[in-house]
């Protein structure tokens, strides 16, 4: 039986797990919505490219399944693209599919005709344009199985509009073609030597293991062994707010297994270790099994305390009564709603994103990540509402960075995504503004204004409730109030808060 070539892809998408297509609309793909309804594909109709490749991101980081983006050729992907950037440096999961200018119109000019996958390529493991509908079947599974396997990271196909529209007659690939073969992370006889010899041993995985599964397997590797391992994903590197004093914790260990974690700026390309710290590079993340007895000695403890460091302060910091908020006080508050065992934090801006991270941990964290790009906090927030729907979803981001996708909150209210969004709001692009301060001093910090805007009036004209805070007072009870209500009418929350233009926290000991 023939398949449209459309049908292929959206039944190949369903044969491989896919839950949610995260889409904007366009000539070139309108073949795949129609194929979608056969293939009981739904699909979450974004309002800008990005955030339908950020909300993939965020789907693939907290389920672990490959998240799927499909948008149109020309603009649409190159709108896309920014987004496949923080997929990358997240070792997140994702397939972009794009829409392209058909076979039989190349170099003449066509339609929205562009070099779709070389644009793509340096933002993704791998990025190919389909040449003939008889391979579409196979170079799905294939792009599918690249951005699971391995290190993991999105991967772009282009799909020539004649070829979507072609009937094919290969039949799909079996399900197991859409997966990779499972590697078990061998600990080998040298790494497991240097660790069980160390004083101060550390073993430091890479962002991919950053999701709750990651994190759970680290703490049982630690559990087991007795070596302290950790994960990095921090575009602040040894300086990343949530884990306290990790530069110390790095600089005083003397052998340090990078699982996976590269070797990079987060790390001062190594500079981060004493000069005498034997560094172990390998591939794989957290290790699987730990094949001898659990080291003795406090080392671990000492290395937990040290990440948890915050300063003794904060635990009784409170704002001036009329306001602006000290941001450690909206943690606080923030904190409080993400109690429940499934909860989900994500974090994005400059300095109040840094703020949040280090007051308020949750067992789902979704962060902007090594790739230090602001904007994706609210496509974020509706993909982990999406893959979590009984879960509290709190993200916590700056005013400057809500203007990037703040038209997601319309999306969230029309599929019914009952996330709170908490927006920092200093009036300012507050990171920028602390560098011209340290770098250029007072008298030069310009440029960097932004409005006293009540983001929860535009959430409000969304369709989402608003609250605002102007007065710590006001605080828990506008928190309180927006996720009674948000969960009440699976609508989103927007609670504008008013804060202090501070610098990030950095931590000493003294
Ligand atoms: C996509 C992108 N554009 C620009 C930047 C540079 N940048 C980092 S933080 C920041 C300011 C963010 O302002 P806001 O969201 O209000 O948070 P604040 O720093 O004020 O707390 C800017 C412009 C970036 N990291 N990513």
């Known amino acids: ?70 948008v149109t050729g020309g603009p649409g992907h190159a709108n896309a693209v920014s987004a496949l950037y923080t997929a990358l440096a997240a070792e997140s999961p994702v397939l972009l599919l794009s829409g392209h200018a058909p076979t039989s119109e190349l170099g003449r000019g066509a339609f929205q005709e562009m070099a779709q996958a070389e644009m793509a ?120 707010p949530s884990q306290g004093l990790l530069a110390e914790v790095l600089a005083a260990a003397d052998v340090v297994v990078l699982a996976g974690k590269r070797r990079d700026f987060t790390l001062r390309f190594g500079a981060a270790f004493g000069k005498d710290c034997r560094v172990i590079e390998t591939e794989g993340g957290p290790p699987g099994a730990w094949a001898g007895p659990r080291r003795t000695g406090g080392w671990p403890e000492e290395v937990r305390a040290a990440l948890a460091f915050r300063p003794a302060q904060w635990a009784s910091l409170a704002s001036a009564p009329g306001g602006p908020l000290h941001p450690v006080e909206v943690g606080r508050g923030v904190q409080k709603l993400l109690t429940a065992p499934d909860a989900v934090l994500v974090a994005d801006g400059g300095e109040f994103g840094q703020w949040a991270q280090a007051t308020v941990t949750a067992p789902h964290r ?63 692009w507050n990171a920028e503004y602390q560098i011209q301060l340290r770098s250029f001093g007072a008298a030069r910090a310009h440029g960097l204004d932004l409005l006293p805007t009540r983001y929860d009036r535009v959430a409000a004209a969304f369709g989402a409730h608003g609250e605002q805070v102007e007065r710590p007072a006001e605080l828990g009870p506008a928190l309180q109030s927006a996720m009674r209500r948000a969960v009440r009418s699976r609508l989103p929350a927007c609670v504008n808060v008013m804060i202090e233009r501070l610098p990030a926290p950095a931590f000493h000991r003294s």
């Open 121 to 240: 390529a340096p933002a993704c493991k791998a990025a190919w344009t389909v040449r003939s509908a008889a391979t579409l079947g196979t170079d799905l599974a294939r792009a599918m199985r690249m951005a699971k396997s391995g290190r993991p990271g999105p991967v772009h196909l282009s799909l020539p509009s004649d070829l979507l529209d072609a009937g094919v007659d290969t039949a799909l690939p079996g399900r197991e073609d859409f997966f990779p073969q499972p590697v078990r992370p061998a600990m080998n006889e040298e790494i497991f030597e240097a660790l069980q010899k160390a004083k101060k041993p550390l073993l430091i995985a890479g962002p991919a293991a950053s999701n709750a599964r990651g994190r759970a397997a680290l703490r049982a590797f630690e559990e087991a062994s007795g070596v302290p391992a950790l994960v990095m994903e921090s575009p602040r590197g040894v300086n990343d």
């Open 1 to 70: 039986m023939k398949l449209r070539g459309a049908d292929v892809v959206a039944q190949g998408l369903a044969r491989a797990g896919t839950r949610y297509l995260f889409s904007l609309s366009g000539n070139h793909v309108m073949p795949v919505f129609d194929a979608a309804l056969d293939a009981k594909l739904p699909i979450v109709h974004v309002r800008h490219e990005a955030a339908a490749v950020h909300m993939a991101d965020a789907w693939a980081r907290i389920t672990g399944e490959v998240g799927v983006a499909l």
């Open 366 to 428: 979704v962060i902007n990540g090594v790739a230090g790009a602001i904007g994706a906090a609210l496509p974020f927030a509706a993909a982990a509402k999406l893959a979590l729907p009984d879960a509290p979803v709190v993200a916590m981001l700056g005013d400057g960075t809500f203007g990037f996708h703040s038209a997601e909150i319309d999306t969230a209210v029309r599929a019914g995504l009952a996330y709170v969004a908490v927006v920092g709001n200093d009036c300012c």
